[in-house]
């Protein structure tokens, strides 16, 4: 299986014996050794991938590296963060997935209107299975914990990645922008029940559901 270690906080390296990871086109930065590239067809596993992609506009053109030797990912100078998958599935924004052991399935799910009040589409990534994935963010991720004493209230905007045995539903609700009087619209949130991560970025991405 492939090794995912960072090189300081906005670099992956992946050191591989013939093994192969999936990445994001044109992520890759240097490497040495043998390596060998090819462009996957969208981002999901199949045809139901490829198709929801294409209803919702979401844009995630994945390539294979294989070979013998290390490997160097990178994303804008956006920070990258590890996760380890143990047969769980993670939940991650179609943007914030960089790379993934080739053996970890991915694919789509239903995300309702948190996809929508993002404008990215009713969509999200899903990662499962044994293997490493690599995540990225605009800015250094916090993971939260979700219990069930303390459920959890995500921006949407802020909104990365999650794991674990974690139901997530939508509501309106009062931001401190919105506190502020510099709401523009209706704003909506992220309410995360249950046993699980969450991973939150310091930065919020553009919405078309008010300023959220």
């Known amino acids: 299986m492939a090794m995912f ?3 300081g906080s906005k670099v992956l390296a992946v050191d591989m014996t013939g093994d192969a990871v999936k990445a994001k086109n044109g992520s890759m930065v240097a490497y040495d050794g043998q390596m060998a590239f090819k462009k996957l067809s969208g981002g999901g596993e199949g045809l139901r991938g490829m198709v929801t992609r294409r209803l919702t506009g979401e844009q995630m053109t994945v390539m294979e590296v294989k070979g013998h030797g290390t490997c160097w990912f990178a994303d804008r100078a956006s920070e990258i963060n590890l996760v380890g998958l143990q047969g769980d599935k993670l939940y991650v924004e179609a943007g914030n997935l960089l790379a993934t052991d080739a053996g970890l399935r991915t694919g789509t ?3 309702g209107l948190r996809g929508a009040s993002q404008g990215n589409g009713l969509f999200t990534t899903t990662v499962e299975g044994h293997g ?3 995540i990225i963010s605009d800015g250094p991720a916090v993971v939260l914990r979700v219990s069930p004493q303390y459920p959890l209230i ?3 905007g802020a909104y990365v990645a999650h794991q674990g045995n974690v139901r997530q539903s939508f509501q309106s609700g009062v931001t401190f922008r919105t506190l502020l009087g510099e709401g523009g619209g209706e704003a ?4 995360f029940e249950g046993d699980g991560l ?6 919020e991405r553009n919405t078309i559901a008010g300023d959220l």
């Open 109 to 111: 799910t239903f995300t």
């Open 198 to 203: 969450v991973y939150v970025q310091p930065s």
């Open 188 to 191: 909506f949130q992220i309410r």
């Open 5 to 7: 270690r960072l090189q």
């Open 154 to 156: 995500v921006d949407p």
């Open 132 to 134: 490493q994935a690599a």
